[in-house]
């Protein structure tokens, strides 16, 4: 598996492996130091959760990291369901390894509901197309860090804002950052699949806006996930661009909040996130 990953390797993984009606098996992605990525694991409890689910589609996943894992080994995921109501279900999940529990998740899904339907307008920001890739952006880090910033991504990304390695450079940090994005290769016609990449890509970008307030980049400081909360509003068009409104409204106590409006080339919400990053303990001395 490469690395960083394709947004094949992303979704080859994502598709979970059925044990039995609510047990659960999946690859991580591998990397140099053995991480498992945050949105990546909380995607597959998704996708687990989901094939308990038949016939409905998820409308909100909330996740709480517990411990980090090995991503050079499999995690299992044992899946509850806690409710099947007349337009709702409930899914209860846990990922583990050796026993050990990675993490709790809740999922949601629904089955479609007539009702009043309306969403706050897209925000005035140039079009995709207007906008230099982030590798052109960056050209003049290629050097660093291995081409960390230039190199290949499973999402195509283009900045309205400066991206993490320039803002550093700001004399004053920007707690917003917004983004367009799609993947770099065609996607399955499969919603859950659609969600949990939603899932992945949020725990991968949205952490930039607190990282950029401690004047630092994901690639050069320490930042773990705490916790992880998606709503899905409407069908999400991955073979168009999304823009992502970032923004983080608060940091205290080696924390830092992070959320993100989601809107399709039309206008329209699709997708509502938050997290909590840890930066860890301050050391003195």
Do not use: K
């Amino acid at each position: 598996m490469s690395y960083p990953p394709s947004l094949s390797d992303v979704i080859a993984t994502l598709q979970v492996d059925q044990v039995d009606d609510d047990r659960f098996v999946a690859t991580q992605l591998d990397n140099p130091a053995h991480h498992i990525v945050g949105g990546h694991i909380a995607g597959q409890a998704l996708m687990a959760a989901g094939r308990t689910a038949p016939d409905r589609i998820p409308h909100s996943v909330h996740v709480y990291y517990l411990r980090a894992g090995d991503a050079s080994r499999p995690v299992d995921f044992q899946v509850v369901r806690s409710r099947d109501g007349g337009t709702l279900s409930t899914r209860q999940i846990t990922a583990s390894q050796d026993g050990d529990v990675l993490l709790e998740a809740l999922a949601s899904f629904s089955t479609p509901v007539e009702g009043v339907d309306y969403h706050t307008p897209i925000a005035n920001v140039p079009d995709p197309q207007s906008l230099a890739p982030v590798q052109e952006q960056l050209a003049s880090y290629a050097d660093e860090l291995g081409g960390f910033w230039v190199g290949p991504h499973p999402f195509e990304r283009r900045y309205v804002d400066p991206p993490p390695r320039l803002s550093v450079e700001l004399p004053e940090p920007s707690p917003r950052i917004r983004m367009w994005w799609r993947p770099t290769e065609s996607v399955p016609d499969d919603e859950i699949l659609h969600s949990a990449l939603l899932t992945y890509l949020t725990g991968t970008t949205m952490l930039e806006t607190a990282v950029a307030m401690r004047r630092a980049t994901p690639a050069t400081t320490f930042n773990a996930l705490i916790d992880h909360a998606l709503w899905f509003h409407r069908p999400v068009d991955l073979s168009d661009w999304v823009l992502s409104d970032q923004y983080s409204p608060s940091g205290i106590g080696g924390r830092g909040l992070a959320t993100a409006t989601m809107h399709n080339r039309t206008g329209e919400v699709v997708c509502i996130a938050t997290q909590e990053l840890y930066f860890g303990r301050s050391r003195t001395g």
